[in-house]
């Protein structure tokens, strides 16, 4: 490894000793504490791109939820309810799945008392299938990533207190999330009538794990990025959060218990049980809600894209660039800070 290479993560790095006395880090720990107090110019004046991350996560929000409810309008618009106990004589409907007809055969009593299920719904429409796919699939990588800014969140709030099971949990969200939101996504594009009724089955049981682990981890780890926060706002987002939480735990294992047995038999119409109706609509109210909280934690972060970084002058992809007198000399944020240091006390020494 070359003298000059600006590399101040590892411990075997030895930096040069440069005849103008400046002292040069020799593993991370130095190198924070010689930049102590310096705050990089983010340059915001001029830079070719300043986007705020909430824009683009409220239009991926707004079309996921809009595809959501779209979803629901078409179902509903060509959803079928027996009228007359003579229909379910030989145990069996004639429906529809897109344009073609079929007799449906089930040994499911239709409930006297029942409400249309979200999920059945959209099993069995083809136009609300395939817009719940878009409204699922569209979201993985924004939650993800939303996940992965909560966890630099917490890990800096946190960073003077270093504790290995906070930082366990940091980074067991993200594969968390991730799983979540997989499985959400198989559910909706893996159908129990034409593709594989197991797969489905399964990819909804571990949405429902990985789901109530994920929130209750991700309300606990937003209040360890607020604790110190003085807003009444941030203390009310975790509230909410956590009653989210609550709620979809207690009615994800319910629902999905009973939603599985009941889809074992062929799934002719999409009324369930009361009781079971609003379990359903409850957990899928908590898991909107939560979710929508999370775009506050992006509130005050933006893309900023500026000519320092985006031609690469501060990365060292070139040693003898980062030399003393070279030309990005002063890209090294501990020697410039030493340069202000110096400077200062030789103004105070003049005066």
């Known amino acids: 490894m070359s003298a000059h290479t600006f590399t101040v993560n590892s411990t075997d790095y030895v930096a040069a000793c440069y005849s103008n006395g400046f002292q040069v880090p020799k593993n991370s720990k130095e190198n924070r504490n010689l930049k102590y107090g310096h705050v990089e110019d983010d340059n915001v004046d001029i830079a ?90 569209l979201t993985v990588a924004v939650r993800v990533f939303h996940v992965f800014i909560l966890k630099k969140l917490v890990i800096n709030t946190w960073s003077n207190y270093p504790n290995p099971v906070l930082r366990w949990f940091c980074d067991l969200m993200p594969m968390l999330s991730f799983i979540e939101s997989t499985a959400m996504a198989l559910f909706s594009i893996i159908t129990m009538h034409n593709d594989f009724k197991d797969v489905n089955h399964f990819a909804k049981s571990v949405f429902a794990v990985s789901g109530t682990v994920n929130m209750f981890l991700i309300a606990v780890l937003s209040f360890m990025a607020t604790v110190n926060s003085p807003k009444i706002l941030n203390a009310i987002t975790v509230i909410i959060r956590l009653a989210c939480a609550f709620v979809f735990a207690y009615t994800a294992p319910q629902y999905f218990e009973f939603h599985i047995g009941w889809t074992k038999e062929c799934l002719c119409h999409s009324y369930i049980p009361r009781d079971f109706a609003f379990l359903e609509y409850s957990l899928i109210f908590a898991y909107l809600i939560f979710y929508l909280t999370c775009l506050d934690d992006l509130k005050h972060l933006q893309f900023i894209c500026y000519p320092r970084t985006s031609s690469g002058e501060c990365e060292p992809l070139d ?28 103004n105070i020494q003049r005066m």
């Open 319 to 346: 040693p003898a660039n980062f030399e003393v007198g070279a030309k990005y000399e002063h890209c090294r944020a501990y020697e410039f800070n030493q340069r202000r240091i110096n400077a200062i006390s030789d």
């Open 48 to 137: 070719y791109l300043n986007f705020p991350l909430l824009r683009a996560s409220c239009l991926f929000t707004i079309i996921s939820l809009t595809s959501f409810f779209a979803a629901i309008y078409a179902a509903f618009r060509t959803d079928y309810k027996p009228f007359t106990d003579e229909e379910l004589l030989d145990n069996s409907l004639i429906i529809f799945y897109g344009s073609k007809p079929f007799r449906c055969r089930t040994h499911l009593k239709f409930p006297k008392d029942g409400l249309p299920s979200i999920l059945n719904l959209f099993e069995l429409n083809v136009w609300a299938n395939v817009i719940f796919r878009l409204s699922a699939c």
